[in-house]
């Protein structure tokens, strides 16, 4: 029972990490190649809310399509960006947040690899953006629009020097939208009418993030790339995909935030928080081209005749840090900021751990420690379950023998044996299904870490030691290139990547090896075959995940194999060896050795001298004084057994007589 039990419990466990592993390949094809972009595709306002569907400043120039990105940079007047993490410019035509470069971030672990482009002009290839305006208008009154040409006043922008960009319509109406930016990655937008008309106007600011082309994503189903967003409270993750098919998604909400994220990069539209907005995500495809938008619209302002309205906004564009997403969240009363890291159903594990993991980082200066120190504290919360597990797995050891026995005598009745083997599971006080625990319980442990490495920006490219120098990658080295010794670096070979087994999931293979090595092994030849398969089924399933993963598993079985070694020998089960064969269906049972200390035992019951036999002689003895015995064989052991009292209470009577003495006596009075 206990080795079909640890069984169903290791494949049920290898049937997981394969799922793991099926559900962390690419499910959707790479997105077509995108045609190139033309002159005169609509702009914002034509894909922007409905009631912001303002003109546009006729004679602009636009920026060619597909031309690079720099110069479409140099093609329009900017005012720089520069602060301790961000390096971009706003475009004063149309005054769009269109140009950001993530300074404290690359591409790949190579200091020299480019960095993290995250927003582009429109008209280039991928071009991402974020704009702000006002909606509403009558048709005889003109608001900014896509090809607003902005004046600036101050520069560059930093964040204690904020930048105001101003235009008028020239029938009394002065807009002014002031951009501030902190030391990291959010921007305040105050938006500001100034309405000297002599009549009154009634607009609606709004804000939008837009994107031309359908990005590479990963589509792992554990992680969502795509549009996002809280809204009443509750997060919304849209695939672009689903937006393909649905085309516009539209909610009124208060507060809330939404945006477009993809695995470490968040662009993130934040309005006032007690405003009530309608909300939406959009997609079109002019000529072809995947565009995705999402956007907000205020409540209509009413603006007086010789007064101003102003309104306050907030953009996220920048790297997914869980302590920024939260400070924010503190700061501003953004609702599940921190939610824009896809933490997963697992958020009461994931999130705890990333925070244990941070902490442990910042004293030890390295990431990797962080995770030997946290398996550390799991497996002392598990301790006493564990142990208590491990314990119950020796007593089930134990136990066997009489197992054995029950299914030799009920082997026919299985109803019958089930009843006798559930009697002897109460009377022992042993849980048949513990020796599970061990492993059942290290599932959602092993999921929750495994989001903590694969999502957090904190992990990425974060090195451990020696050669391990990005923990949420695999092992960078291979078999294939001799653990790194070839100049040749690790193949792509798509579905077999698994072959591509590194250095530190084979020490995880022989670790694991050694755990089991701990255990009794199974008496049938196909169970210990099994047996011996999994750590090498582990290693290869284990080889292409990331690097801090594969250091826990490890870490984790030396542990396991400490405690599971001081726990057998606590409790006096054999270390390795063989457990008891257990006599299941097809297979064969067991060679039964004859119990050589019962019969001495008999022979020295029926009067013959330790001395004089041998210990081959011994249990002819015991046959003959059977065959001696008056009545059946089942009263032969009592009858032997009164003797024996018999002849101890003799010679405890005899007082004086030496027991040499009292021994003869009893020989004498037997051969008469």
Not at 524 to 552: C, E, K, N, S, W
Request: aromatic share 10%; net charge positive.
């Amino acid at each position: 029972m206990e080795q079909r039990n640890v069984i169903i419990a290791i494949v049920l466990s290898v049937a997981i990490l394969l799922g793991f592993q099926f559900y962390l390949t690419e499910t959707r094809p790479p997105a077509p190649p995108q045609p190139a972009q033309t002159a005169g595709q609509p702009g914002d306002a034509s894909t922007a809310p409905d009631v912001a569907s303002a003109p546009t400043a006729a004679g602009q120039p636009r920026v060619p399509a597909g031309v690079a990105r720099q110069q479409a940079l140099e093609d329009s007047p900017r005012v720089e960006i520069d602060t301790p993490t961000l390096k971009g410019s706003i475009s004063l035509i149309g005054g769009r947040v269109d140009d950001l470069i993530l300074k404290n971030y690359r591409e790949t672990v190579e200091p020299t690899s480019d960095k993290i482009v995250l927003l582009s002009p429109e008209g280039t290839p991928k071009a991402y953006y974020a704009d702000f305006g006002w909606a509403g208008a009558a048709e005889d009154i003109e608001v900014p629009g896509s090809d607003t040409r902005w004046q600036a006043s101050g520069g560059p922008l930093k964040p204690d020097n904020p930048v105001t960009l101003s235009w008028s319509n020239g029938a009394g109406l002065t807009f002014e939208r002031t951009y501030a930016v902190d030391e990291n990655y959010l921007f305040t937008v105050t938006q500001r009418i100034v309405n000297e008309s002599g009549n009154a106007v009634d607009l609606a600011p709004y804000g939008l993030v837009k994107r031309s082309g359908t990005p590479d994503v990963l589509g792992f189903y554990i992680l969502h790339e795509g549009l996002i967003g809280v809204l009443e409270d509750t997060l919304r993750e849209i695939d672009y995909d689903d937006l393909q098919d649905e085309g516009r998604i539209q909610q009124t909400t208060i507060g809330g935030w939404l945006g477009i994220t993809d695995k470490y990069w968040l662009v993130a539209l934040v309005p006032e928080q007690s405003e009530q907005i309608v909300t939406r995500f959009v997609h079109t495809a002019p000529q072809g081209v995947d565009r995705y938008q999402t956007d907000y619209l205020y409540s209509t302002r009413s603006v007086p005749a010789g007064s101003s309205v102003e309104v306050t906004s907030r953009l996220f564009a920048g790297a997914k840090k869980v302590l920024l997403l939260d400070r924010y969240e503190e700061e501003y009363g953004i609702q599940k900021f921190d939610l824009a890291v896809d933490f997963g159903w697992f958020y009461f594990l994931t999130k705890p751990f990333f925070l244990a993991l941070h902490t442990f980082a910042q004293w030890f200066g390295n990431f990797g420690l962080g995770i030997l120190l946290l398996t550390v504290l799991i497996k002392l919360v598990f301790f006493p379950l564990a142990n208590k597990s491990y314990k119950s797995m020796a007593r089930m050891r134990k136990l066997q023998p009489k197992m054995v026995e029950l299914r030799e005598r009920f082997g026919d009745d299985k109803q019958r044996l089930n009843q006798e083997m559930m009697e002897l599971y109460k009377r022992e006080k042993v849980n048949p299904v513990s020796g599970c625990l061990p492993i059942v319980i290290q599932i959602p442990v092993f999921f929750a870490l495994y989001k903590v490495l694969f999502v957090t920006i904190e992990m990425r490219h974060a090195p451990f030691f020696g050669w391990i120098r990005d923990l949420s990658a695999p092992d960078p080295t291979s078999i294939l290139n001799l653990f790194g010794l070839l100049p040749w670096a690790v193949p792509e070979l798509g579905a077999m990547d698994i072959l591509n087994i590194g250095i530190l999931p084979i020490i995880m293979g022989i670790t694991m090896f050694a755990q089991q090595k701990l255990n009794p092994q199974p008496a049938d030849p196909t169970q210990a075959r099994i047996f011996m398969m999994l750590p090498i089924v582990f290693t290869f399933i284990l080889a292409r995940f990331p690097a801090g993963l594969v250091i826990y598993w490890t870490w984790n079985n030396l542990l396991t194999i400490l405690q599971q070694y001081v726990i057998m020998r606590r409790q006096g089960v054999p270390i390795g060896g063989k457990m008891p064969a257990l006599n299941l269906p097809g297979m064969k049972p067991a060679e039964e050795k004859k119990d050589e200390g019962s019969s001495a035992g008999e022979a020295k019951a029926g009067g013959e001298s330790a001395g004089k036999k041998s210990s081959a002689q011994k249990p002819a003895a015991a046959k003959t004084e059977d065959k001696a015995a008056a009545g059946d064989g089942a009263a032969a052991k009592p009858a032997k057994a009164q003797a024996k009292r018999k002849q101890s209470g003799g010679k405890s009577r005899s007082g004086g007589k030496s027991r040499s003495g009292g021994s003869s006596r009893s020989r004498s009075r037997k051969r008469k």
